[in-house]
């Protein structure tokens, strides 16, 4: 590239590194909120993040137009090309894990009026898991730190134990004191479960698609068989 090309590029290039930085608080705070809706069956808090899906959405079409035009336009190639396409799969992890806050907040409102069968003890821890991974993640991506993404993809295990704990118990109580309402409300609570877990793992895909932007390889080859 020429110099005025090469001046274009980059600031094409902190556009989309800035949206991106964007679409990551949205989400984060679309989840953050759909956890404490849940907390406090808070209706309100869950209706405002169900609406705040369509400006999530809405972003993630504005970052996919920022790329397809530096991808015309600019023609990058080796590592800046990674950049770009991990950019944009990184986009659509966010895009999804709004979509579990959502999915968390339709069970709030499921949940109101109700007594709960099983006391919000292990989804909230969960739920604190998953945000450290997500921010870890994305600070991963932002600063470029392989380091940080192995420690991060390695949390996976801590969300995966908790669901598992989160379901068994559920279904314990169902067997114990079966009845259509309960079934209802423990079917609930294992979406809300798998839910969290699904944002953990879009967390850990975030770290895979940060450390092939940076080196061209895959994470778990790096970590010779550790998890």
């Keep these: 590239m020429d110099r005025i090309a090469l001046s274009g590029y980059e600031h094409s290039m902190g556009i989309l590194r800035m949206k991106l930085n964007e679409m990551f608080s949205l989400s984060l705070e679309s989840f953050d909120s759909s956890i404490k809706s849940l907390e406090n069956v808070d209706v309100k808090i869950a209706e ?7 400006e999530i959405d809405a972003l993630k079409r504005e970052i996919e137009e920022i790329v397809y035009e530096i991808l015309l336009k600019y023609k990058p190639l080796s590592q800046d090309l990674r950049r770009i396409i991990m950019a944009m799969k990184i986009t659509g992890e966010l895009e999804r894990i709004a979509d579990q806050g959502v999915n968390i907040a339709q069970v709030t409102q499921f949940l109101e009026g109700k007594t709960l069968i099983k006391p919000l003890i292990d989804i ?3 739920a604190q898991v998953a945000r450290e991974m997500l921010h870890g993640a994305m600070k991963a991506y932002f600063d470029e730190n392989i380091e940080l993404a192995k420690k991060i993809w390695l949390m996976d295990d801590q969300v ?3 669901d598992r ?3 068994n118990d559920l279904e ?3 067997e114990k004191h079966c009845s ?3 079934i209802a409300q423990a079917e609930r609570l294992i979406l809300v479960s798998r839910a969290i877990e699904r944002v953990a793992d879009h967390s850990t895909n975030i770290c895979e698609e940060t450390t092939y932007m940076i080196l061209g390889k895959e994470l778990y080859t790096l970590l010779g068989g550790e998890r």
Excluded: F
């Excluded at 405002?48 to 369509?54: F, L, S, T, Y």
């Design 160 to 162: 995966d134990e908790l």
């Design 165 to 167: 704990k989160v379901v």
């Design 124 to 126: 909230p821890k969960m």
């Design 180 to 182: 259509r309402d309960r």
């Design 172 to 174: 314990e109580i169902v």
């Design 48 to 54: 405002m993040v169900i609406k705040q899906d369509d």
